[in-house]
């Protein structure tokens, strides 16, 4: 058994409780696949991640990420809070970009005032999905076909495929049909109107994961990523914009993009919530 230092945060966010929350094992190296598995299992969280030494020369530290099921390549919240508590506890990177190991490769995060912000990775898919495939989400969403305006694939390593809506209304009235969606990860954006939403964000999003546990996301960085590359890409979004998302579920998470160069990336803050230690 191993007393490791533990940490609770809330990412995309400056308020506690109303963004979404994550587990973080700190010097995880002697734990063993399985343990960090179970322990992902039991917190029940839609991630839990484990700090580890860095095994490439480039990398300030390495990150693995865990559902409740399984271990996922790269995911954007667990990202920035790993981040968060890695700097939190006397990290300190190699140069002015820290670089974060995962199983998807070498993620770059910058200092963005008081947010972190990680540069979106390469699209592990993208383009139109096929017309059965979105058939299909429309009657898992209830919804006419009018409804959606626009889809693609936008996976960025959890496998994330994308919706857009006319209407903020639309987006927070969805009820899905969970079963139906089963082993989709699906990315509901919708823009803004500020004569009825105001001017607080520019996109409402919803994420919806029945098929690693997580019925719906709170606030998500991974699906944010690619939903940027694909509507800034196309047009739709301007080089800088803010998403809500968690609305649905009570939380009041902001999400900030901003393309930089070549770069898109996906910035927010992170609280601490919980700060102790854990017996594996």
């Known amino acids: 058994m191993a007393v ?12 506690a409780l109303k963004g979404n929350p994550l587990a973080v094992v700190v010097g995880a190296d002697g734990l063993a696949d399985a343990q960090m598995a179970a322990f992902a299992n039991w917190t029940n969280l839609s991630e839990t991640t484990f700090l580890l030494r860095p095994s490439r020369p480039e990398a300030d530290y390495r990150v693995r990420i865990f559902t409740p099921s399984r271990e996922l390549p790269f995911a954007g919240h667990p990202t920035l809070g790993t981040c968060h508590v890695w700097l939190a506890c006397g990290g300190a990177a190699k140069g002015d970009i820290i670089v974060q190991e995962c199983e998807a490769g070498l993620i770059r995060i910058r200092r963005d005032g008081e947010r972190l912000a990680f540069a979106a990775p390469p699209l592990r898919r993208s383009g139109p999905p096929a017309p059965e495939l979105v058939a299909r989400i429309t009657r898992s969403l209830k919804l006419a076909p009018a409804s959606i305006k626009a889809s693609q694939w936008v996976d960025n390593g959890p496998g994330w495929i994308a919706v857009m809506l006319g209407s903020r209304a639309e987006i927070l009235a969805l009820q899905p049909d969970y079963a139906a969606l089963s082993d989709l990860n699906l990315g509901v954006v919708a823009p803004w109107d500020p004569a009825l939403d105001g001017g607080q964000a520019h996109f409402e999003v919803r994420a919806f994961a029945p098929g690693v546990g997580v ?8 699906l944010n990523a690619g939903l940027a590359q694909w509507l800034i890409g196309s047009g739709r979004a301007p080089p800088a914009y803010i998403v809500s998302q968690g609305t649905a579920l009570g939380r009041a998470g902001r999400v900030h993009v901003a393309q930089i160069g070549p770069d898109i990336w996906i910035g927010g803050a992170t609280t601490t919530c919980i700060a102790g230690t854990v017996t594996l």
Request: net charge negative; glycine share 4%.
């Open 4 to 15: 490791l230092a533990f940490r609770q945060v809330d990412v995309f966010t400056s308020q």
């Open 215 to 222: 019925a719906e996301d709170p606030v998500t960085g991974s």
